[in-house]
């Protein structure tokens, strides 16, 4: 079964701090992706950053950063050096095997205190 | 370049209607997913259509249809609307058709009433 948690409803971080968002995941697949979106109040899905099953390097995408630790099936999100404008749900999803349905987790809503 | 477009944004319908979503996927992107998003079930998926072909189905009752056209364009359909479908339907595209990156849309807002 494949299956993506977030065990964090609600998170505060005061602007300028680092903040993890945690994700675990499960699948029997062994090609998978793993992707993290920022929804807003607008509704709107904003691809954030990528990680494949197979790549051994963790990705990074500017103040993005996913920590991969494939044998404890976990991708958490660090956000370096938070801005106000982060502030917004955060959802984890995966992709596995060759297609393109993803499985999102409940979300995380990040709040950031100035 | 433009992106991921839903249209309408705002959609109200009364229970027993039926109603059609449009998407307009990236130019270039031959794949599109459909998503429903509630309060409730979180973001589940509908389906993916890649070059005019239904790839994946998710677990919705017959009443909720797709289709592709060859502009890869795509359309979604309700039939016999319920309360429960009050939803955001999101649309994403991509590339292709394999874990690929999805960019989505800004949704369209259905209201059953």
Redesign the interface.
């Known amino acids: 079964a494949q299956k993506i948690t977030q065990t964090q409803p609600g998170m505060f971080v005061q602007e300028k701090e680092a903040v993890t968002l945690d994700c675990t995941y499960d699948t029997s697949d062994q090609?998978?992706?793993l992707?993290w979106?920022k929804q807003p109040s607008?509704?709107?899905?904003?691809?954030l950053i990528?990680q494949?099953s197979y790549d051994e390097q963790n990705a990074t995408e500017g103040r993005y950063s996913l920590n991969f630790q494939k044998a404890r099936k976990s991708a958490n999100l660090v956000i370096s050096a938070s801005q106000l404008g982060d502030s917004a749900m955060y959802?984890c999803?995966m992709?596995?095997?060759?297609?393109?349905?993803?499985?999102?987790?409940?979300?995380t809503k990040l709040n950031v205190k100035p | 370049k433009a992106g991921v477009t839903q249209t309408p944004r705002y959609l109200i319908k009364t229970r027993g209607q039926q109603v059609t979503l449009s998407c307009s996927p990236i130019s270039g992107h031959r794949?599109v997913?459909w998503?429903q998003q509630t309060p409730g079930q979180?973001?589940?998926?509908l389906f993916?259509y890649?070059s005019e072909t239904q790839?994946?189905k998710?677990n919705f009752p017959g009443r909720f249809s797709g289709r592709q056209f060859s502009n890869s364009r795509s359309e979604m359909n309700v039939s016999t609307l319920e309360l429960g479908d009050s939803a955001?339907y999101?649309c994403?595209s991509?590339r292709?058709?394999?874990?690929?990156?999805?960019?989505?849309?800004?949704?369209t807002?259905l209201s059953v009433l």
């Open positions: 090609s998978y992706g992707f979106y607008s509704g709107e899905m904003i691809f990528y494949g959802f999803a992709s596995p095997g060759d297609f393109n349905k993803f499985y999102f987790g409940s979300g | 794949s997913s998503y979180g973001l589940q998926f993916e890649f790839r994946n998710g955001l999101l994403a991509s292709t058709s394999g874990h690929d990156i999805q960019y989505f849309g800004a949704g807002r």
